[in-house]
């Protein structure tokens, strides 16, 4: 066959392949384009009545515990109840998840027991909170036959592990072999090379991931609903219900109540708001910045 007759049916085949490719490429715009329109629609909801809440509360909205229906009030025994049990469970996972990322990077590759670790720690990534949740009270609420704020953030701290745990792993595999094995051939111990050499040259990302896995808790609403319930008043005592923002929100959003429904949105727009700050100080202050 001639190359006259062959480039015609090159160029049918060149226009049908590119006006796949422009169709495909159209549907993902669209598609990404309608979910930052429900994202966005979703924000602006959130901003415009948060807003409202805290305007007519102000500082009571910091000062006053969360009050009866029809009575004036604030959030403030729910954010420090959060404060507390994400603060610990953020003290008890981080450790927890990096020394347990650090094992599977260094021993991941061969060990059977570290490549079950693994396996399991994608699992739980993408388990329901609600589940777990529900395992902590079967082990943990029923035996002691009450709520507590020690519950809850035994269940956040299972949440958040496996964050911290695959976030340190992932990020120890992108250190070049040549640095550890620069290390080795000076002498060093493997538990050095693990800790001060492959460690900070990725400490950024650590730290990283230990933010994402605050985000990932702050949040949580299901599994504090079998662990840590709620508390009308201020409370310090962890060995007892303890009041939250998470459950305040659904429970005072579900009120016929008009103030407790204020209440609901504003503590809906400072948690988000945490949220978004943690996400931002995750991807600014504490990114890796890559050399020049």
Known sequence: ???????????RVYRKRLLVHRFGIALSVLAMTIGLAFLMWILWTLLLKGIVGIEGLGLTLFTVDTPAPGSAGG???AIVGSLMMVGLSTL???????????????????NKFAQLTRFVTDIMLSAPSIVIGLFVYALYVAKVSHFSGYAGSIALTIIAVPVVVRTTD??????????LEAAFALGAPRWKVATLV???????GVITGALLALARIAGETAPLLFTALNNQFFSLNMNAPMANLPVVINQFAMSPYD?????????ALIV????????????????????K
């Open 1 to 11: 066959m001639s190359q006259a007759a062959i480039k015609p049916q090159i160029n």
């Open 75 to 77: 959030l403030r025994n």
């Open 170 to 179: 992932n990020m120890l595999r992108l250190v070049p072999n040549s640095l």
């Open 92 to 110: 008890i996972s981080t450790p927890i998840g990096i020394l347990a990322g650090i094992y599977l990077a260094e021993y991941g590759e061969t």
């Open 259 to 267: 103030d407790w429904r204020d209440l609901a949105w504003a503590g």
């Open 272 to 291: 988000t708001f945490s949220v978004l700050l943690l996400n931002i100080l995750s991807r600014t202050v504490f990114s890796q910045k890559t050399p």
């Open 198 to 204: 492959r460690l900070r040259a990725v400490k950024a």
